[in-house]
Protein backbone atom coordinates (compact mmCIF):
# COMPACT_ATOMS: atom_id res chain seq x y z
CA UNK A 1 0.00 0.00 0.00
CA UNK A 2 1.29 3.70 -0.82
CA UNK A 3 2.49 5.26 2.13
CA UNK A 4 0.75 8.78 1.24
CA UNK A 5 -3.67 7.65 -0.12
CA UNK A 6 -5.89 10.24 -1.60
CA UNK A 7 -8.96 9.58 -2.48
CA UNK A 8 -10.63 9.92 -5.00
CA UNK A 9 -8.33 9.88 -7.57
CA UNK A 10 -10.49 11.31 -10.29
CA UNK A 11 -13.30 13.20 -10.27
CA UNK A 12 -15.46 15.23 -12.33
CA UNK A 13 -18.14 17.26 -10.80
CA UNK A 14 -20.70 20.38 -11.35
CA UNK A 15 -20.23 23.71 -10.82
CA UNK A 16 -22.05 24.46 -7.13
CA UNK A 17 -21.25 21.14 -5.97
CA UNK A 18 -19.26 20.69 -2.46
CA UNK A 19 -16.13 18.50 -3.44
CA UNK A 20 -14.32 16.21 -0.46
CA UNK A 21 -10.98 15.22 -0.93
CA UNK A 22 -9.47 13.18 1.68
CA UNK A 23 -5.52 12.00 2.19
CA UNK A 24 -4.53 9.37 4.75
CA UNK A 25 -1.17 8.38 5.82
CA UNK A 26 1.03 5.69 7.04
CA UNK A 27 4.52 7.47 7.31
CA UNK A 28 3.55 8.92 11.39
CA UNK A 29 4.59 12.52 10.09
CA UNK A 30 2.90 15.00 12.08
CA UNK A 31 3.30 17.65 9.17
CA UNK A 32 0.71 17.46 6.30
CA UNK A 33 -0.21 19.54 3.29
CA UNK A 34 -2.79 20.30 0.39
CA UNK A 35 -1.52 21.65 -3.03
CA UNK A 36 -2.74 22.38 -5.85
CA UNK A 37 -0.58 21.57 -9.69
CA UNK A 38 -1.61 23.81 -12.80
CA UNK A 39 0.72 23.71 -15.98
CA UNK A 40 2.83 26.25 -16.13
CA UNK A 41 2.22 27.32 -12.05
CA UNK A 42 3.87 24.73 -10.71
CA UNK A 43 2.99 23.62 -7.32
CA UNK A 44 0.38 26.44 -5.00
CA UNK A 45 0.28 25.45 -1.40
CA UNK A 46 -3.27 25.38 -0.04
CA UNK A 47 -3.35 24.43 3.49
CA UNK A 48 -0.62 23.06 5.97
CA UNK A 49 -1.33 21.19 8.92
CA UNK A 50 2.02 20.90 11.70
CA UNK A 51 -0.04 18.59 13.69
CA UNK A 52 -3.64 17.49 14.59
CA UNK A 53 -4.81 21.16 16.84
CA UNK A 54 -2.53 23.08 13.79
CA UNK A 55 -4.07 24.15 10.82
CA UNK A 56 -2.63 27.28 8.21
CA UNK A 57 -3.69 28.75 5.17
CA UNK A 58 -1.17 28.45 2.30
CA UNK A 59 -0.63 30.70 -1.02
CA UNK A 60 -4.17 29.90 -2.13
CA UNK A 61 -7.07 28.74 0.11
CA UNK A 62 -9.76 31.14 -1.12
CA UNK A 63 -12.66 28.65 -1.95
CA UNK A 64 -11.41 25.89 -0.25
CA UNK A 65 -11.42 24.38 3.64
CA UNK A 66 -9.32 21.35 5.43
CA UNK A 67 -10.13 19.00 8.16
CA UNK A 68 -7.39 17.38 10.47
CA UNK A 69 -9.50 14.36 11.52
CA UNK A 70 -6.66 12.65 12.93
CA UNK A 71 -2.71 12.71 12.74
CA UNK A 72 -3.05 9.96 9.57
CA UNK A 73 -6.11 12.15 7.79
CA UNK A 74 -5.88 14.92 6.15
CA UNK A 75 -9.29 16.16 4.13
CA UNK A 76 -9.87 19.27 1.74
CA UNK A 77 -13.31 20.52 0.82
CA UNK A 78 -14.46 22.57 -1.90
CA UNK A 79 -17.57 24.35 -0.30
CA UNK A 80 -19.04 25.02 -3.70
CA UNK A 81 -16.60 24.13 -6.48
CA UNK A 82 -16.08 26.19 -9.85
CA UNK A 83 -14.43 25.61 -13.03
CA UNK A 84 -11.24 27.53 -12.18
CA UNK A 85 -10.48 25.33 -9.46
CA UNK A 86 -10.35 22.48 -11.81
CA UNK A 87 -6.88 21.43 -11.05
CA UNK A 88 -4.70 18.28 -10.30
CA UNK A 89 -4.19 18.05 -6.17
CA UNK A 90 -1.70 16.50 -4.12
CA UNK A 91 -1.28 15.73 -0.59
CA UNK A 92 1.98 15.46 0.92
CA UNK A 93 3.16 14.46 4.53
CA UNK A 94 6.45 15.22 6.08
CA UNK A 95 8.96 15.16 8.96
CA UNK A 96 9.84 18.18 10.15
CA UNK A 97 13.76 19.73 8.77
CA UNK A 98 15.84 18.76 11.76
CA UNK A 99 18.17 16.24 13.01
CA UNK A 100 17.56 12.88 11.52
CA UNK A 101 15.72 14.76 8.70
CA UNK A 102 16.04 16.50 5.40
CA UNK A 103 12.57 17.64 5.69
CA UNK A 104 11.63 16.14 2.70
CA UNK A 105 7.54 15.87 1.21
CA UNK A 106 5.85 12.86 0.99
CA UNK A 107 3.40 13.03 -2.08
CA UNK A 108 0.23 11.23 -2.48
CA UNK A 109 -0.53 10.01 -6.37
CA UNK A 110 -2.63 13.00 -6.99
CA UNK A 111 -6.78 13.81 -7.31
CA UNK A 112 -7.50 15.09 -10.46
CA UNK A 113 -10.58 17.41 -10.06
CA UNK A 114 -12.50 18.57 -12.93
CA UNK A 115 -15.56 21.05 -12.26
CA UNK A 116 -17.86 21.68 -15.63
CA UNK B 1 10.13 38.68 -8.26
CA UNK B 2 9.02 35.23 -6.87
CA UNK B 3 11.38 33.54 -4.34
CA UNK B 4 11.97 31.12 -6.24
CA UNK B 5 12.45 30.81 -10.37
CA UNK B 6 13.50 28.34 -12.54
CA UNK B 7 13.94 27.67 -16.28
CA UNK B 8 10.16 26.74 -18.05
CA UNK B 9 11.15 24.88 -20.45
CA UNK B 10 10.27 22.64 -21.94
CA UNK B 11 13.32 20.69 -22.80
CA UNK B 12 13.80 18.15 -25.13
CA UNK B 13 17.46 16.37 -25.74
CA UNK B 14 18.92 13.37 -27.47
CA UNK B 15 19.92 10.49 -25.84
CA UNK B 16 22.99 10.56 -24.10
CA UNK B 17 23.06 14.34 -23.85
CA UNK B 18 24.27 16.71 -20.76
CA UNK B 19 21.24 18.03 -18.99
CA UNK B 20 21.66 20.83 -16.90
CA UNK B 21 18.40 22.28 -15.02
CA UNK B 22 18.46 25.56 -12.88
CA UNK B 23 16.87 27.93 -9.84
CA UNK B 24 17.50 30.86 -8.76
CA UNK B 25 16.53 32.00 -5.47
CA UNK B 26 16.19 35.26 -3.83
CA UNK B 27 15.76 34.15 -0.06
CA UNK B 28 19.33 34.44 1.54
CA UNK B 29 18.30 32.06 4.65
CA UNK B 30 17.51 28.77 2.62
CA UNK B 31 19.29 26.17 3.15
CA UNK B 32 17.84 23.24 2.09
CA UNK B 33 17.58 22.28 -1.51
CA UNK B 34 16.04 19.46 -3.17
CA UNK B 35 15.43 18.48 -6.67
CA UNK B 36 12.18 16.37 -7.00
CA UNK B 37 11.15 14.23 -10.17
CA UNK B 38 7.88 13.79 -11.14
CA UNK B 39 6.60 11.09 -14.44
CA UNK B 40 3.35 11.81 -15.91
CA UNK B 41 0.65 11.16 -14.09
CA UNK B 42 2.35 10.08 -10.59
CA UNK B 43 3.29 12.66 -7.34
CA UNK B 44 6.33 14.49 -7.20
CA UNK B 45 9.24 12.25 -5.33
CA UNK B 46 12.98 13.46 -3.84
CA UNK B 47 15.64 13.21 -6.22
CA UNK B 48 18.61 14.62 -4.77
CA UNK B 49 19.34 16.37 -1.57
CA UNK B 50 21.83 19.47 -0.22
CA UNK B 51 22.62 20.98 2.88
CA UNK B 52 23.80 24.26 2.54
CA UNK B 53 26.25 24.61 -0.41
CA UNK B 54 28.85 22.47 -2.34
CA UNK B 55 28.20 19.29 -5.04
CA UNK B 56 26.19 16.31 -4.47
CA UNK B 57 26.89 13.28 -6.83
CA UNK B 58 23.99 9.93 -7.64
CA UNK B 59 25.26 8.09 -10.26
CA UNK B 60 24.50 10.12 -13.36
CA UNK B 61 23.05 13.23 -11.03
CA UNK B 62 24.89 15.33 -9.36
CA UNK B 63 23.42 18.62 -7.66
CA UNK B 64 25.25 21.71 -6.99
CA UNK B 65 24.35 25.08 -4.70
CA UNK B 66 26.30 28.04 -4.83
CA UNK B 67 24.54 30.04 -1.87
CA UNK B 68 26.87 32.83 -3.29
CA UNK B 69 25.19 33.55 -6.23
CA UNK B 70 21.43 32.30 -4.98
CA UNK B 71 21.75 29.43 -7.76
CA UNK B 72 21.22 25.42 -8.04
CA UNK B 73 21.55 23.43 -10.63
CA UNK B 74 21.02 19.84 -11.09
CA UNK B 75 22.86 18.31 -13.81
CA UNK B 76 22.05 14.85 -16.30
CA UNK B 77 25.07 12.70 -17.38
CA UNK B 78 24.21 10.30 -19.93
CA UNK B 79 20.81 11.03 -20.30
CA UNK B 80 18.11 8.05 -21.16
CA UNK B 81 14.63 7.97 -22.21
CA UNK B 82 13.57 7.24 -18.78
CA UNK B 83 14.76 10.74 -17.38
CA UNK B 84 11.74 12.30 -18.94
CA UNK B 85 9.67 13.76 -16.47
CA UNK B 86 9.20 17.12 -14.78
CA UNK B 87 11.73 18.18 -12.44
CA UNK B 88 11.06 20.77 -9.83
CA UNK B 89 13.76 22.34 -7.67
CA UNK B 90 12.58 23.04 -3.47
CA UNK B 91 14.17 24.97 -1.13
CA UNK B 92 13.62 25.66 2.61
CA UNK B 93 15.51 27.60 5.82
CA UNK B 94 14.76 24.84 7.88
CA UNK B 95 13.21 25.89 11.32
CA UNK B 96 10.27 24.64 13.25
CA UNK B 97 7.85 26.57 11.22
CA UNK B 98 9.42 26.20 7.62
CA UNK B 99 8.06 25.54 4.38
CA UNK B 100 9.13 24.08 1.26
CA UNK B 101 9.12 26.82 -1.69
CA UNK B 102 9.18 24.97 -5.16
CA UNK B 103 9.95 25.98 -8.52
CA UNK B 104 7.47 25.90 -11.42
CA UNK B 105 8.67 22.94 -12.50
CA UNK B 106 10.75 21.65 -15.99
CA UNK B 107 9.14 19.65 -18.38
CA UNK B 108 12.39 17.33 -19.53
CA UNK B 109 11.59 14.87 -22.75
CA UNK B 110 15.29 12.76 -23.76
CA UNK B 111 14.37 11.35 -27.27
CA UNK B 112 15.63 8.06 -28.14
Known amino acids: DADVTQTPRNRITKTGKRIMLECSQT?????MYWYRQDPGLGLQLIYY???????NKGEISDGYSVSRQAQAKFSLSLESAIPNQTALYFC???????????????FGEGSRLTVL | QKEVEQDPGPLSVPEGAIVSLNCTYS??????FMWYRQYSRKGPELLMY????GNKEDGRFTAQVDKSSKYISLFIRDSQPSDSATYLC????????????FGKGITLSVRP
Open chain 1, 27 to 31: KGHDR
Open chain 2, 90 to 101: AMSAGGANSKLT
Open chain 1, 49 to 55: SFDVKDI
Open chain 2, 27 to 32: NSAFQY
Open chain 1, 92 to 106: ATSDPPGTGSTGELF
Open chain 2, 50 to 53: TYSS
